[in-house]
């Protein structure tokens, strides 16, 4: 069974700039989350998506958006880079909402 | 928001000694309870879950304890290898309801 896999690995971006990372989840679990994760701050929530409904939303600013399809396959978004938003940016699928939760590789963002 | 700690941000062990990695949460209505492994330049990797109901749960080389009362989660890794090197993430949740919140993690390293 193929584990979670997130595109791309590795992306760089100009401030201002505006960024797409998807993630596909392993077949038939229908629950997404995203992490933001830096040496700083640790993980942080961003979202949670169950059957394309987004069910809980973490303390990011709005230029943080996400959207699940109706595959269960997930995208985030963020819009007007900063800086700050360098990170690895991790997804995690379940069956049910969190419970044996399996993370991808993440994608490494380097806003410059 | 409440969040989960680790009490020790570093660990260095003998290889072929048992490891304890202690964490510490502070929802006391927590009913789930993951730990994860993640190396340099991945995604972290699920080791074990235990839910609230129980206060032991067994894997391969690896215990989870759950204390209730303390509100206190570790992680024991039997004979450790080199290739246990990481950092080990606990994460707690309420099933269905919120979002896994993770602690700072500890880092574990073997020494050959």
């Known amino acids: 069974k193929a584990g979670v896999t997130q595109t791309p690995r590795y992306l760089i971006k100009t401030r201002g700039q505006q960024v797409t990372l998807s993630c596909s989840p392993i077949?038939?679990?229908?629950?997404v989350s995203w992490y933001q994760q830096t040496p700083g701050q640790g993980l942080q929530f961003l979202f949670e998506?169950?059957?394309?409904?987004?069910?809980n939303k973490g303390n990011f600013p709005g230029r943080f958006s996400g959207r699940q399809f109706s595959n269960s396959r997930s995208e985030m978004n963020v819009s007007t880079l900063e800086l700050g938003d360098s990170a690895l940016y991790l997804c995690?699928?379940?069956?049910?909402?969190?419970?044996?939760?399996?993370f991808g590789q993440g994608t490494r963002l380097t806003v410059v | 928001g409440e969040s989960v700690g680790l009490h020790l941000p570093t660990l260095s062990v003998q290889e072929g000694d048992n490891s304890i990695i202690n964490c510490a949460y502070s929802?006391?209505?927590?009913?789930?309870f993951i730990w994860y492994k993640q190396e340099s330049g991945k995604g972290p990797q699920f080791i074990i879950d235990?839910?609230?109901?129980?206060d032991k749960r067994q894997g391969q080389r690896v215990t989870v304890l759950l204390n209730k009362t303390v509100k206190h989660l570790s992680l024991q890794i039997a004979a450790t290898q080199p290739g246990d090197s990481a950092v080990y993430f606990c994460?707690?949740?309420?099933?269905?309801?919120?979002?896994?919140?993770f602690g700072k993690g500890t880092r574990l390293s073997v020494i050959a």
């Open positions: 995690a699928s379940s069956a049910q909402a969190n419970t044996e939760a399996f």
């Open positions: 235990i839910r609230s109901n129980m």
């Open positions: 998506y169950f059957s394309e409904t987004q069910r």
């Open positions: 994460a707690e949740t309420l099933i269905g309801n919120t979002p896994l919140v």
């Open positions: 929802n006391s209505a927590s009913d789930y």
């Open positions: 077949s038939g679990h229908r629950s």
